[in-house]
Protein backbone atom coordinates (compact mmCIF):
# COMPACT_ATOMS: atom_id res chain seq x y z
CA UNK A 1 0.00 0.00 0.00
CA UNK A 2 1.20 3.69 -1.05
CA UNK A 3 2.52 5.68 1.72
CA UNK A 4 0.31 8.38 1.27
CA UNK A 5 -2.81 5.89 1.12
CA UNK A 6 -2.07 4.07 4.85
CA UNK A 7 -1.64 7.35 6.29
CA UNK A 8 -5.31 8.74 4.88
CA UNK A 9 -6.62 5.26 6.56
CA UNK A 10 -4.81 5.88 9.41
CA UNK A 11 -6.45 9.43 9.38
CA UNK A 12 -10.21 8.20 9.07
CA UNK A 13 -9.65 5.50 11.62
CA UNK A 14 -9.17 8.24 13.95
CA UNK A 15 -12.01 9.71 12.41
CA UNK A 16 -14.39 6.78 12.89
CA UNK A 17 -13.33 6.22 16.62
CA UNK A 18 -10.81 3.33 15.74
CA UNK A 19 -7.61 4.78 16.67
CA UNK A 20 -6.15 7.97 17.47
CA UNK A 21 -2.89 7.77 16.51
CA UNK A 22 -2.54 9.22 12.91
CA UNK A 23 -5.03 12.01 14.15
CA UNK A 24 -2.82 13.34 16.97
CA UNK A 25 0.09 13.44 14.37
CA UNK A 26 -2.30 14.91 11.54
CA UNK A 27 -3.82 17.84 12.99
CA UNK A 28 -2.32 18.40 16.40
CA UNK A 29 -2.51 22.10 15.89
CA UNK A 30 -6.16 22.15 15.72
CA UNK A 31 -7.05 22.85 19.18
CA UNK A 32 -10.55 23.49 20.43
CA UNK A 33 -11.01 25.90 22.76
CA UNK A 34 -12.29 25.49 26.38
CA UNK A 35 -15.23 27.88 26.59
CA UNK A 36 -16.46 25.86 22.39
CA UNK A 37 -16.44 22.86 24.70
CA UNK A 38 -18.40 24.26 27.38
CA UNK A 39 -20.98 25.26 25.31
CA UNK A 40 -21.18 22.12 23.71
CA UNK A 41 -21.94 20.25 26.94
CA UNK A 42 -24.23 22.43 27.56
CA UNK A 43 -25.85 22.35 24.30
CA UNK A 44 -25.99 18.32 24.40
CA UNK A 45 -27.48 18.58 27.98
CA UNK A 46 -30.05 21.05 26.50
CA UNK A 47 -30.78 18.65 23.50
CA UNK A 48 -31.76 15.86 25.63
CA UNK A 49 -34.35 18.24 27.32
CA UNK A 50 -35.43 19.39 24.12
CA UNK A 51 -35.49 15.87 22.38
CA UNK A 52 -37.95 14.58 25.34
CA UNK A 53 -40.19 17.46 24.82
CA UNK A 54 -40.48 16.47 21.38
CA UNK A 55 -41.16 12.53 21.67
CA UNK A 56 -44.00 14.07 23.95
CA UNK A 57 -45.54 14.97 21.04
CA UNK A 58 -44.82 12.44 18.65
CA UNK A 59 -47.26 9.47 18.00
CA UNK A 60 -46.47 6.12 17.16
CA UNK A 61 -45.00 6.22 13.24
CA UNK A 62 -44.83 9.91 13.80
CA UNK A 63 -41.73 11.64 12.70
CA UNK A 64 -40.64 15.71 13.71
CA UNK A 65 -40.41 17.72 10.66
CA UNK A 66 -40.72 21.29 11.97
CA UNK A 67 -42.26 23.57 14.10
CA UNK A 68 -44.56 26.41 13.41
CA UNK A 69 -44.45 28.98 16.34
CA UNK A 70 -47.13 31.68 15.43
CA UNK A 71 -49.69 29.26 15.18
CA UNK A 72 -47.58 26.70 18.01
CA UNK A 73 -48.27 23.65 15.33
CA UNK A 74 -46.08 20.71 15.88
CA UNK A 75 -45.16 19.59 12.07
CA UNK A 76 -44.94 15.66 11.89
CA UNK A 77 -44.35 13.24 8.55
CA UNK A 78 -44.62 9.72 7.71
CA UNK A 79 -41.86 7.09 7.36
CA UNK A 80 -41.44 7.94 3.50
CA UNK A 81 -40.81 11.62 3.99
CA UNK A 82 -36.91 12.20 3.03
CA UNK A 83 -36.43 13.41 6.80
CA UNK A 84 -37.99 10.56 8.39
CA UNK A 85 -34.48 9.26 9.47
CA UNK A 86 -33.03 12.65 11.48
CA UNK A 87 -35.00 11.73 14.44
CA UNK A 88 -33.39 8.86 15.47
CA UNK A 89 -30.13 9.74 13.95
CA UNK A 90 -29.78 12.26 16.22
CA UNK A 91 -31.60 10.65 19.09
CA UNK A 92 -28.77 8.12 19.15
CA UNK A 93 -25.92 10.81 18.66
CA UNK A 94 -26.94 12.75 21.42
CA UNK A 95 -27.41 8.97 23.46
CA UNK A 96 -23.95 8.62 22.75
CA UNK A 97 -22.72 11.58 24.15
CA UNK A 98 -25.31 11.88 27.40
CA UNK A 99 -26.12 7.75 28.09
CA UNK A 100 -29.76 8.71 28.60
CA UNK A 101 -31.52 5.44 28.25
CA UNK A 102 -34.35 7.22 27.66
CA UNK A 103 -33.57 8.57 24.45
CA UNK A 104 -32.26 5.20 23.46
CA UNK A 105 -36.30 3.98 23.62
CA UNK A 106 -37.78 6.75 21.60
CA UNK A 107 -34.85 6.25 18.93
CA UNK A 108 -35.18 1.98 19.06
CA UNK A 109 -39.49 3.08 18.75
CA UNK A 110 -38.75 5.49 15.59
CA UNK A 111 -36.54 2.53 14.00
CA UNK A 112 -39.11 0.31 14.37
CA UNK A 113 -41.15 2.54 12.48
CA UNK A 114 -38.84 3.28 9.95
CA UNK A 115 -37.29 -0.22 9.15
CA UNK A 116 -40.41 -0.44 6.11
CA UNK A 117 -38.29 1.63 3.74
CA UNK A 118 -35.53 -0.24 3.09
CA UNK A 119 -37.17 -1.46 0.45
CA UNK A 120 -38.35 1.85 -0.90
CA UNK A 121 -37.30 2.10 -4.67
CA UNK A 122 -39.58 5.10 -5.30
CA UNK A 123 -36.91 7.65 -3.36
CA UNK A 124 -33.20 8.76 -3.20
CA UNK A 125 -32.56 9.80 -0.08
CA UNK A 126 -32.48 5.99 1.37
CA UNK A 127 -29.02 7.52 2.54
CA UNK A 128 -30.50 10.60 4.62
CA UNK A 129 -33.39 7.96 5.29
CA UNK A 130 -31.80 5.32 6.34
CA UNK A 131 -27.67 5.36 6.58
CA UNK A 132 -28.57 8.72 9.44
CA UNK A 133 -31.18 6.36 11.30
CA UNK A 134 -29.60 2.51 11.13
CA UNK A 135 -26.07 3.33 10.01
CA UNK A 136 -26.02 5.05 13.42
CA UNK A 137 -27.81 2.28 15.05
CA UNK A 138 -25.25 -0.04 14.11
CA UNK A 139 -22.12 2.12 14.67
CA UNK A 140 -23.43 1.26 18.18
CA UNK A 141 -24.94 -1.36 18.13
CA UNK A 142 -23.54 -3.98 15.33
CA UNK A 143 -26.67 -6.24 15.15
CA UNK A 144 -27.14 -8.53 12.05
CA UNK A 145 -30.52 -6.98 12.04
CA UNK A 146 -29.07 -3.70 11.42
CA UNK A 147 -27.11 -4.80 8.59
CA UNK A 148 -29.25 -6.52 6.69
CA UNK A 149 -31.63 -3.30 6.94
CA UNK A 150 -28.85 -0.94 5.12
CA UNK A 151 -28.12 -3.77 2.87
CA UNK A 152 -31.45 -3.64 2.01
CA UNK A 153 -31.49 0.08 1.85
CA UNK A 154 -28.63 0.39 -0.29
CA UNK A 155 -29.89 -2.46 -2.81
CA UNK A 156 -33.00 -0.46 -3.46
CA UNK A 157 -31.40 2.92 -3.81
CA UNK A 158 -29.24 1.12 -6.62
CA UNK A 159 -32.32 0.50 -8.42
CA UNK A 160 -32.03 4.10 -9.36
CA UNK A 161 -28.88 4.14 -11.22
CA UNK A 162 -29.54 4.78 -14.51
CA UNK A 163 -25.83 3.66 -16.32
CA UNK A 164 -26.71 5.83 -19.69
CA UNK A 165 -27.24 8.92 -17.27
CA UNK A 166 -24.22 7.95 -15.08
CA UNK A 167 -26.60 8.60 -12.33
CA UNK A 168 -28.96 7.86 -9.43
CA UNK A 169 -32.47 8.94 -10.38
CA UNK A 170 -33.88 11.81 -7.48
CA UNK A 171 -37.13 12.85 -8.47
CA UNK A 172 -39.84 11.11 -10.50
CA UNK A 173 -41.18 12.40 -13.32
CA UNK A 174 -42.45 12.32 -16.82
CA UNK A 175 -40.77 9.72 -18.58
CA UNK A 176 -38.59 11.92 -20.90
CA UNK A 177 -36.68 13.59 -18.00
CA UNK A 178 -34.33 12.15 -15.29
CA UNK A 179 -33.83 14.31 -12.91
CA UNK A 180 -30.71 14.99 -10.49
CA UNK A 181 -30.30 17.08 -7.51
CA UNK A 182 -27.02 18.10 -5.54
CA UNK A 183 -28.87 16.53 -2.52
CA UNK A 184 -27.89 12.83 -4.16
CA UNK A 185 -24.64 13.24 -3.22
CA UNK A 186 -25.46 12.80 0.73
CA UNK A 187 -27.11 9.45 -0.40
CA UNK A 188 -23.52 7.91 -1.50
CA UNK A 189 -22.10 7.11 1.74
CA UNK A 190 -24.79 4.50 2.13
CA UNK A 191 -23.52 2.49 -0.82
CA UNK A 192 -19.61 2.83 0.20
CA UNK A 193 -20.90 1.20 3.50
CA UNK A 194 -22.87 -1.54 1.33
CA UNK A 195 -19.68 -2.14 -0.61
CA UNK A 196 -17.18 -2.27 2.41
CA UNK A 197 -19.89 -4.81 4.59
CA UNK A 198 -20.40 -6.90 1.84
CA UNK A 199 -17.41 -6.67 -0.55
CA UNK A 200 -20.09 -6.82 -3.33
CA UNK A 201 -18.36 -3.56 -5.77
CA UNK A 202 -21.64 -2.92 -7.43
CA UNK A 203 -22.67 -0.36 -4.66
CA UNK A 204 -18.85 1.47 -5.15
CA UNK A 205 -18.94 1.86 -9.09
CA UNK A 206 -22.15 3.08 -8.88
CA UNK A 207 -21.68 6.03 -5.78
CA UNK A 208 -17.92 6.64 -7.94
CA UNK A 209 -20.04 7.45 -11.21
CA UNK A 210 -22.79 9.51 -10.10
CA UNK A 211 -20.40 11.42 -8.18
CA UNK A 212 -18.20 11.60 -11.06
CA UNK A 213 -21.16 12.63 -13.46
CA UNK A 214 -22.26 15.37 -10.89
CA UNK A 215 -18.99 17.23 -11.35
CA UNK A 216 -18.96 17.16 -14.87
CA UNK A 217 -22.75 18.60 -14.75
CA UNK A 218 -23.74 20.26 -11.74
CA UNK A 219 -20.91 22.42 -11.04
CA UNK A 220 -20.55 26.18 -12.89
CA UNK A 221 -16.32 27.85 -13.57
CA UNK A 222 -16.83 29.08 -10.53
CA UNK A 223 -17.46 25.92 -8.22
CA UNK A 224 -20.81 26.61 -7.71
CA UNK A 225 -23.34 24.08 -8.17
CA UNK A 226 -26.97 24.08 -9.81
CA UNK A 227 -29.44 22.13 -7.60
CA UNK A 228 -31.20 20.36 -10.43
CA UNK A 229 -29.64 18.50 -13.81
CA UNK A 230 -32.66 17.09 -16.34
CA UNK A 231 -30.91 14.50 -18.09
CA UNK A 232 -32.65 12.91 -21.20
CA UNK A 233 -32.87 8.98 -19.64
CA UNK A 234 -31.85 7.46 -23.41
CA UNK A 235 -29.03 9.33 -23.86
CA UNK A 236 -27.62 11.00 -20.56
CA UNK A 237 -27.70 14.47 -22.75
CA UNK A 238 -27.89 17.30 -19.74
CA UNK A 239 -31.25 19.13 -21.06
CA UNK A 240 -32.08 21.46 -18.43
CA UNK A 241 -29.79 23.01 -15.57
CA UNK A 242 -31.95 24.85 -12.80
CA UNK A 243 -31.63 25.73 -9.44
CA UNK A 244 -35.43 24.94 -7.90
CA UNK A 245 -35.62 25.56 -4.40
CA UNK A 246 -32.83 28.86 -4.69
CA UNK A 247 -33.68 32.49 -6.06
CA UNK A 248 -32.93 31.80 -9.46
CA UNK A 249 -31.68 29.02 -12.09
CA UNK A 250 -28.21 30.61 -11.80
CA UNK A 251 -28.26 31.49 -8.57
CA UNK A 252 -26.04 29.45 -5.98
CA UNK A 253 -28.99 27.96 -3.07
CA UNK A 254 -26.72 27.92 0.08
CA UNK A 255 -27.62 24.11 1.30
CA UNK A 256 -27.11 22.60 -2.32
CA UNK A 257 -23.56 24.82 -2.33
CA UNK A 258 -22.80 22.72 1.54
CA UNK A 259 -24.34 18.83 0.50
CA UNK A 260 -21.79 19.36 -2.37
CA UNK A 261 -19.25 20.23 -0.01
CA UNK A 262 -20.45 17.27 2.36
CA UNK A 263 -20.48 14.90 -0.03
CA UNK A 264 -17.44 15.28 -1.72
CA UNK A 265 -15.46 14.96 1.28
CA UNK A 266 -17.04 11.53 1.71
CA UNK A 267 -16.19 10.80 -1.59
CA UNK A 268 -12.27 11.94 -1.01
CA UNK A 269 -12.53 9.83 2.46
CA UNK A 270 -14.27 6.85 0.45
CA UNK A 271 -11.98 6.90 -2.10
CA UNK A 272 -8.76 8.27 -1.15
CA UNK A 273 -8.99 10.05 -5.13
CA UNK A 274 -7.35 13.37 -4.88
CA UNK A 275 -10.18 15.11 -7.39
CA UNK A 276 -12.34 14.74 -4.99
CA UNK A 277 -10.49 16.68 -2.20
CA UNK A 278 -9.72 18.88 -4.59
CA UNK A 279 -13.48 19.68 -5.41
CA UNK A 280 -14.46 20.15 -1.96
CA UNK A 281 -11.72 22.55 -1.43
CA UNK A 282 -12.98 24.26 -4.64
CA UNK A 283 -16.16 24.48 -3.29
CA UNK A 284 -14.73 25.40 0.40
CA UNK A 285 -13.28 28.09 -1.56
CA UNK A 286 -16.53 29.59 -3.44
CA UNK A 287 -18.29 29.54 -0.26
CA UNK A 288 -15.84 30.63 2.37
CA UNK A 289 -14.66 33.78 -0.12
CA UNK A 290 -18.11 34.70 -1.12
CA UNK A 291 -18.46 38.15 -0.58
CA UNK A 292 -22.52 37.61 0.38
CA UNK A 293 -21.12 34.91 3.49
CA UNK A 294 -21.92 36.97 6.83
CA UNK A 295 -19.07 37.38 8.99
CA UNK A 296 -21.00 34.68 11.56
CA UNK A 297 -20.50 32.26 8.66
CA UNK A 298 -24.21 31.72 8.48
CA UNK A 299 -25.63 31.62 4.98
CA UNK A 300 -28.44 33.11 3.45
CA UNK A 301 -31.01 30.72 2.12
CA UNK A 302 -28.63 32.03 -1.10
CA UNK A 303 -25.87 33.54 -2.39
CA UNK A 304 -27.38 35.76 -4.81
CA UNK A 305 -30.81 36.37 -2.54
CA UNK A 306 -32.04 39.89 -3.88
CA UNK A 307 -32.65 41.25 -0.30
CA UNK A 308 -29.21 40.71 0.71
CA UNK A 309 -28.60 41.64 3.60
CA UNK A 310 -31.95 41.70 4.85
CA UNK A 311 -32.06 37.54 3.31
CA UNK A 312 -32.94 35.39 5.74
CA UNK A 313 -30.52 33.08 6.99
CA UNK A 314 -30.43 29.22 6.99
CA UNK A 315 -29.26 27.80 9.91
CA UNK A 316 -29.11 24.22 8.22
CA UNK A 317 -27.11 25.52 5.72
CA UNK A 318 -24.67 26.84 8.14
CA UNK A 319 -24.77 23.21 10.38
CA UNK A 320 -24.13 20.83 7.35
CA UNK A 321 -21.09 23.02 6.52
CA UNK A 322 -19.71 23.20 9.87
CA UNK A 323 -19.92 19.48 9.93
CA UNK A 324 -17.99 18.93 6.60
CA UNK A 325 -15.74 21.43 7.64
CA UNK A 326 -14.79 19.84 10.68
CA UNK A 327 -13.75 16.27 8.55
CA UNK A 328 -12.82 17.95 5.42
CA UNK A 329 -9.88 20.28 7.56
CA UNK A 330 -8.34 16.55 8.52
CA UNK A 331 -7.50 15.98 4.92
CA UNK A 332 -6.27 19.75 4.04
CA UNK A 333 -2.77 21.43 4.24
CA UNK A 334 -2.47 22.94 7.19
CA UNK A 335 -3.35 26.23 6.14
CA UNK A 336 -6.66 25.61 4.76
CA UNK A 337 -7.14 23.16 7.74
CA UNK A 338 -6.89 25.90 10.00
CA UNK A 339 -9.51 28.18 8.71
CA UNK A 340 -12.08 25.44 7.78
CA UNK A 341 -11.78 24.15 11.64
CA UNK A 342 -12.41 28.09 12.77
CA UNK A 343 -14.84 28.45 10.30
CA UNK A 344 -16.77 25.42 11.56
CA UNK A 345 -16.04 26.42 15.25
CA UNK A 346 -17.42 29.85 14.08
CA UNK A 347 -20.78 28.50 13.15
CA UNK A 348 -20.95 26.37 16.20
CA UNK A 349 -20.75 29.25 18.44
CA UNK A 350 -22.88 30.97 16.58
CA UNK A 351 -25.66 28.32 16.22
CA UNK A 352 -25.24 28.30 20.12
CA UNK A 353 -26.15 31.45 20.92
CA UNK A 354 -29.71 32.43 21.88
CA UNK A 355 -30.13 34.21 18.08
CA UNK A 356 -30.21 30.37 16.65
CA UNK A 357 -30.96 28.09 19.72
CA UNK A 358 -33.70 27.45 21.61
CA UNK A 359 -34.74 27.79 24.79
CA UNK A 360 -35.49 24.25 26.64
CA UNK A 361 -39.18 23.42 26.65
CA UNK A 362 -39.52 25.88 23.24
CA UNK A 363 -39.32 25.23 19.78
CA UNK A 364 -41.91 22.36 19.43
CA UNK A 365 -38.69 19.94 20.95
CA UNK A 366 -35.75 21.38 18.26
CA UNK A 367 -32.58 22.37 19.29
CA UNK A 368 -32.06 24.91 16.53
CA UNK A 369 -34.66 27.97 15.27
CA UNK A 370 -33.89 29.89 11.54
CA UNK A 371 -33.90 27.12 9.10
CA UNK A 372 -35.19 27.42 5.55
CA UNK A 373 -36.61 24.91 3.43
CA UNK A 374 -38.02 25.97 0.11
CA UNK A 375 -38.18 29.40 0.24
CA UNK A 376 -40.18 30.22 -3.75
CA UNK A 377 -42.70 27.70 -2.52
CA UNK A 378 -43.25 29.24 0.75
CA UNK A 379 -42.83 25.67 2.72
CA UNK A 380 -40.84 26.31 6.05
CA UNK A 381 -39.56 29.14 6.18
CA UNK A 382 -37.76 30.25 8.86
CA UNK A 383 -38.70 27.87 11.16
CA UNK A 384 -37.07 24.66 12.62
CA UNK A 385 -36.07 21.72 10.98
CA UNK A 386 -34.85 17.87 11.74
CA UNK A 387 -32.30 18.30 9.37
CA UNK A 388 -30.67 21.10 11.13
CA UNK A 389 -30.73 19.43 14.56
CA UNK A 390 -29.01 16.19 13.01
CA UNK A 391 -25.90 18.22 11.65
CA UNK A 392 -25.40 20.12 14.44
CA UNK A 393 -25.43 17.34 16.44
CA UNK A 394 -23.02 15.87 13.97
CA UNK A 395 -21.06 18.77 14.18
CA UNK A 396 -20.25 19.12 17.81
CA UNK A 397 -19.17 15.56 18.05
CA UNK A 398 -16.97 16.10 15.29
CA UNK A 399 -14.90 19.02 17.37
CA UNK A 400 -15.17 16.99 20.29
CA UNK A 401 -12.90 14.49 18.57
CA UNK A 402 -10.49 17.03 18.24
CA UNK A 403 -10.08 16.99 22.06
CA UNK A 404 -9.99 13.37 22.23
CA UNK A 405 -6.14 12.33 22.01
Not at 198 to 227: C, L, Q
Request: net charge positive; with cysteine; charged share 20%.
Amino acid sequence: MKAKHLFILIAIASFTGVTSVGFAQRVSYLKPQPRVLSLIRQNFADADKQYKVMDGKLALGQFPRSYNQAIDKFITSNSSWWCSGFYSGTLLNIYEQNHDAALLADANRSLDSLAREQYNTHTHDLGFMMYASFGNAYRLNPKPAYKQILVNSAKSLSTRFNPKVGCIKSWDARPSDFLVIIDNMMNLELLFWATRETGDSSFYKIAVTHANTTMKNHYRTDYSSYHVINYNPETGVVQQRKTAQGFSDESAWARGQVWGLYGFTVMYRETHNKKYLEQAMHIAKFILGNPHLPADKVPYWDFNASNIPNALRDASAAAIMASALLELCRYADRADAITYFNTAQSIIQKLSSPEYKAAPGTNGGFILKHSVGHFPQKSEVDVPLTYADYYFVEAMKRYKQFSTR
